[in-house]
């Protein structure tokens, strides 16, 4: 009895310690207010629902959104609610508490001005604590006009903005671990923009467009896109802000669908491995020029939000500010390979297949470009016009060629990566993990200690179905069934490719006739012994 009574004063005990561990994250951000550019991409829905849900005692959000194909920014601030994404949070708070949890304020970040009304821009200087500039292009091919006005022109008049704010605590400006291609060995500090942002900004603004993109080459240099001249160019603007405001530089490596919180494997687009996973799916990837051995950074989105709160804690909670960079990669502790990514995708999409699928999932990555080449040809393009030439018989509009001319597009950009090797610097989210207590380790989690990557890969095809492609779980025997017809049909095909390929051969060659011949008879006569 007394055992018993011992044991459950220490089962007691161990819960009053278990709530006297503070949230320090979630101090952090009680009662202040949140400025958030870019809310409504990728990476901002997340950043937004992670607050909604985790971090209930912010004060407000506020999210500068611009009208967008006839929808206004309230209209599209209630589609991101309606989204499955905010499913959890809506479920524990209600849709209402949500709206009033967020305020949208209209604004446009490449526009002059921000496009924002005198009066809102007043209350934004009144009220915001910390901002988070999010808002980007992240097409590598923008032009370079609208790349500049959007990424580094709207970095500069959100730090202009920022300078006026009363009780700014930190401008943290999101941008990637990739600006900087000519650093093979990335750390965590400023370097120098390729250019003077400043003069970019003004020679864009008076320039055509159409001069601009003629001198676009050039003003790049060895830089192999805009979207990476433009951000290097931004990280300049905000290095020299950092004697007069408060502000941070984020780098996130290649952001990839959610790894665990609130739905895992998540996402709203089809950039990095997830649309390298469904091109082979499909069949209509059957060849990359890579280097099958090299590797990029990959960081889970869920991943990349923790370490954004957590930097924001460190600056503003412990007020470190020595540590102005922050590369959020996790190359140092997990290296995937390309040739892993297509081997672990090929079995992935064998167990959960992708329906109509055009080819049985194949192919290879060419070390070689010539053999690439010859390689699209022979089983991206002909195919291609082959299947359009049946669908257009069978009186529907062809696809599969402006199929194929945006993969060629995406290898112009995938290739430079592929083939090129970077690797990052990290102590200084490392340090700041280190001194998580045990809720906040658990809470905001930055660790990998228990990720399983094939578990994960599948985790992400079976969210793509559902949420890109629009394909629910109950499709899946009839892509089964359909993926063991079109293995059938691709043995028959390369049997058939093979015989053609040798009776052409037989036709031209009169001792290749004679060899295979002469094969034939020692085979007939080793079968009748």
Sequence with gaps: MADTITMTEEIKAETKVEEEIPDRIALTFKDQ???????????????????????????????????????????????????????????QR????????????????????????????????????????????VRFDELLKRAVLLNTRGTKQ?????????????????????????????GEKPYPPPADPHKIIKCVEWMDDDVVEAMTDKILGDIPNTYAFTKALSEGLVEESMPHIPSIILRPSIVIPIWKEPIPGWTDNINGPTGLLIGAGKGVIRTMHCNENGYADYVPVDIAVNAILACT???????????????????????????????????????????????????????????????????????????????FLAGYKPIMCRVQRRIQKGFEVFEYYANNQWDFENTNIADVRNQFNRL??????????????????????????????????????????HLRIMYWVDVFTKILFFIFLIYMLASWSKSFRALLIGCWSLATRALSH
């Design 33 to 91: 207010n949140i400025l958030i550019t870019g809310g409504t991409g990728f990476l901002g829905k997340v950043i937004t629902e992670k607050f909604l849900r985790c971090l209930t005692n912010t004060k407000q959000i506020y999210m500068l959104v611009r009208p967008k194909k006839g929808k206004d920014p309230k209209h599209r601030l209630e589609e991101i609610f309606n989204s499955s994404l905010f499913e959890q949070v809506k479920q």
């Design 94 to 137: 209600g849709l209402s508490e949500l709206q009033k949890a967020v305020t949208v304020v209209n604004g446009d970040v490449s526009l002059p001005g921000l496009g924002i009304s005198s009066e809102d821009r007043k209350m934004l200087c009144e009220k915001i604590n910390i901002v988070y500039h999010a808002a980007a292009t």
């Design 158 to 186: 959100m730090l202009e903005l920022a300078k006026e704010m009363k009780n700014l605590k930190l401008f943290a400006h999101i941008s990637t671990a990739y600006c900087h291609l000519e650093e093979k060995i990335l």
């Design 313 to 391: 804690w460190n600056f503003v909670y412990l007020k470190d500010y020595e540590k102005r960079v922050y590369n959020l990669t996790s190359s140092n502790e997990f290296k995937v390979s390309w040739a892993e990514i297509i081997a672990r995708g090929r079995k992935i999409t064998e167990k959960v297949p992708l329906n109509g699928v055009v080819w049985y999932p194949g192919g290879s990555m060419k070390k070689s470009r010539f053999i690439h080449n010859i390689c699209v040809l022979f089983f991206h393009m002909i195919p291609a016009y082959f299947i359009d030439g049946l669908i």
């Design 440 to 481: 906040e380790y658990e809470t905001y989690q930055l660790h990998g200690d228990d990720m399983d990557i094939d578990a994960y890969f599948e985790t992400c095809i079976r969210a793509a179905r559902m949420y890109i492609l629009n394909e629910p779980p109950e499709t899946l025997p009839a892509a089964r069934r």
